[in-house]
């Protein structure tokens, strides 16, 4: 009998080359394979870190439409296609080192328009396949200038070798009802990447381990402002304010006690380790278990629809379905052949 294995879960905070999706892939594989040789079997990344966080969002008022239109059409140059060859470029380095990714991305719907952005988890197995993404269901305030909302259907939990790994992104974690729905499909390891930063974040983080019994990796860019480039012009015009950090970052790793096991990490880039006893993920729940026997399923009902909203549904045709013979506006021939005497036309 095989029994389960001491694993380590890694935060990396960093930044990306901004809105540089090729360089961001390149930069990403690299802190992959950095984790991975420090024992790390999870690497769980900051939100919307492929190719960049649109931070503009907070700075350029929404009226102001042609410079948020030259900006995110370089945002959606940049982003990515699931699969494509960012993801396959992903999956080969997880592959190479045998380690799960968690990773933020802004995502094209290419199987839509293929000109709308969402942000987007993206889980890639131990084994580099892609396991599936989940689309961020509310982007907050001015997000929304960006990022359309995600239909629900692709949350989920992933069981790895390790234990079972689920996410929500930024704000959705104060979503009491997604909470629940993973902790309802036995997560482990909750995983947080965010843009959110500062005390009441923190305690956010905590607050999740306490009441899921989960480790949590809550993880954020560490952005300062010489890392956005010069060339872009709304840094100029509407960030010359801003001087230092962005943002700080913070990211932590809190246990299934809500203790903060590692970080927070501030104003630097690094990899926060943690490591995990197989026991820490069912001990605590002898004394509270949400979904479990501290739920009361005949008090309180949870229904999820798992119903995909697709841009466009191609219904074939079947035998024995009417077929139009015309589908233009009918000639004057037309109606002479189907009415010849003029049967129920109006007047004379």
């Excluded at 060859?85 to 290419?110: F, H, K, Q, S, W």
């Excluded at 952005?117 to 982007?139: A, C, E, F, M, S």
């Excluded at 996410?167 to 965010?194: D, F, K």
């Amino acid at each position: 009998m095989s029994h389960p294995k001491a694993f380590r879960l890694a935060a990396v905070q960093a930044s990306s080359p901004y809105l540089d999706l090729d360089a961001s892939v390149e930069k990403a594989c690299g802190l992959i394979e950095e984790a991975a040789s420090q024992g790390a079997s999870l690497a769980v990344f900051p939100e919307a870190f492929l190719p960049g966080y649109p931070v503009w969002v907070w700075f350029i008022p929404p009226g102001h439409t042609h410079p948020l239109r030259e900006v995110y059409a370089l945002l959606h140059a940049n982003s990515v296609a699931i699969p494509g060859p960012a993801t396959e470029r992903l999956g080969e380095a997880a592959a190479d080192c045998g380690i799960a990714v968690a990773m933020g991305v802004n995502e094209r719907n290419a199987e839509g328009s293929d000109a709308t952005l969402y942000n987007t988890l993206l889980y890639v197995g131990p084994d580099g396949r892609v396991l599936g993404k989940h689309r961020k269901l509310i982007p907050t305030a001015g997000e929304r200038l960006v990022w359309a909302q995600g239909d629900g259907s692709d949350l989920e939990v992933y069981d790895l070798p390790f234990g079972k790994v689920g996410g929500l992104l930024c704000w959705e974690n104060y979503m009491p009802l997604a909470r629940y729905t993973l902790s309802a499909w036995g997560e482990q390891i909750h995983v947080a990447p965010t843009w959110d930063r500062g005390e009441p974040w923190i305690s956010t983080m905590r607050h999740i381990g306490k009441e899921s019994r989960c480790f949590v990796v809550g993880v954020c860019q560490a952005l300062h402002i010489d890392q956005i480039p010069d060339h872009l012009s709304f840094k100029a015009k509407y960030l010359g304010g801003v001087q230092g950090w962005v943002n700080p970052g913070l990211s932590v790793i809190v246990d299934p006690d809500g203790k903060v096991v590692a970080g927070p990490l501030k104003e630097e880039e690094g990899i926060l380790y943690a490591d995990v006893e197989p026991h820490q993920l069912v001990g605590p729940r002898w004394q509270l278990d949400t979904a479990g026997h501290y739920a009361r399923p005949d008090v309180f009902e949870l229904r999820f629809h798992r119903r995909p909203a697709p841009f466009i549904q191609s219904i074939a045709a079947e035998q024995g379905d009417p077929v139009e013979a015309s589908v233009g506006p009918e000639s004057a021939s037309e109606k002479r052949e189907r009415d010849p005497g003029g049967a129920g036309r109006e007047g004379g």
